[in-house]
Structures are given as C-alpha cells and as structure tokens.
C-alpha cells in the first residue's frame, strides 16, 4: 500500500541555518505530494504540493521537488527563523484511488533557536 | 479561499456521553471529507472518509458504530463520539477536499477530553 518516510526528528537548528528535512515516498499510482505544517495547538496548514514529476512547489521560502526516479519529496529552507518551529508532515495523495486518501508520514518536528 | 471551519475547538465531556464533531467547508463544496485522529507527538491516523450522500469509509481498527460520521451537505460533515471514554481522549481533525483539487485543507482541530 502506499506509505510516506520522513525522518522523525526532532530537529534542532540555529536561526539562519540550512534546513533539510527528508521525505521519502511508496505509491501505486501517480500521487501528488503535499508538505503540511502545524504549529502548536493548531490544526494543519498546506505549506507546498507537487502534482507530477519533476515539479517544484513552493512557499515561504520552503521548496521542496517530486523526484520520481528516487521517490522522494524533501523538504528545504535556505535560512530558517524561530517563527518556522512547527511540525512538518509529509503526505500523498494518490489519483488513482476509489476515494482520495491522504497518507501523512509520521511528522518532524523543528525547534529554531535564536 | 478554501477555509475549513471546525467546532467545536476544545471540548470536555463526562464518560459515556456522545459527542458530536462538526466540520465545514466555508468557501468551497467538498465532495470528500476526512477524519484524522492525533496521537500525542503522533501523527495523523486517517479514521474515515466520507463522500456526500454516501456511507463513510472507515479505516481497518476504527469502529464505525463508536465513531459516527454523516456528510450530509457538500459543506458539512460530522463526526459522533458515541459513549465516549476516556481513551477516546484525544486531537480529532477533519479534512475537505474540493472538486477537481489535489490538496486538502485542513479545520483547526478539536481538542477533545473525556474525565
């Protein structure tokens, strides 16, 4: 069945340092692949998706590119702030399936200290 | 656009009581809604899923006749808490997916405690 791998943390990173979290990713069809964010005590946020091979998404300075041959989806930042300390899912979603699901990766979470 | 409304946000409630979790799609039609469960540090488990006018899907373990959920309108789906206990104690959370979209969008979450 499709599942997603992330590297579960946590994380702990300096203000302003490279941040790479690892994502990788096992479909049956074509899935789009989705990072979410959740801040404390709130619900999920949709931070970037790709829908196809070779895709880029991005946003607040988060990119991440679905690598079909490898199977993976990371996710990076050039310079992180405080204000990124969240938890970052992983997810699919696959096309192909009777009703749609979402299959989120195990979460991880990153902690930026000033 | 694509706001997901869920409520309530915290709720306490006494064993063997029912509960009902309401989610809704503010700005769009969700053809297919989903329920998350979170675990503490966890991740998200998918409990169901839910198409208008349709039975819900519900996952392998969950228990259809203790989680209740009717997706009655294209912007409204509902999750029961049948004969909470505390164990059911926990992070529910619902997801709507609109028409010809890829991604969900996520409700706030509701903080449920059963004493």
Known sequence: GNSVTQMEGPVTLSEEAFLTINCTY??????????????????????????????????????????????????????????????????????????????????????VIP | GAVVSQHPSRVICKSGTSVKIECRSLDFQATTMFWYRQFPKKSLMLMATSNEGSKATYE????????????????????????????????????????????????QGTRLTVV
């Open chain 1, 26 to 111: 096992t479909a049956t069809g074509y899935p789009s692949l989705f990072w979410y964010v959740q801040y404390p005590g709130e619900g999920l946020q949709l931070l970037l998706k790709a829908t196809k091979a070779d895709d880029k998404g991005s946003n607040k300075g988060f990119e991440a590119t679905y690598r079909k041959e490898t199977t993976s989806f990371h996710l990076e930042k050039g310079s992180v702030q405080v204000s990124d300390s969240a938890v970052y899912f992983c997810a699919l979603s696959d096309r192909g399936a009777s009703y749609d699901k979402v299959i989120f990766g195990p979460g991880t979470s990153l902690s």
């Open chain 2, 60 to 107: 392998q373990g969950v228990e259809k006749d203790k989680f209740l959920i009717n997706h009655a309108s294209l912007t409204l789906s509902t999750l029961t808490v049948t004969s909470a206990h505390p164990e059911d104690s926990s992070f529910y959370i619902c997801s709507a997916r609109a028409v010809r979209r890829t991604e969900a969008f996520f409700g």
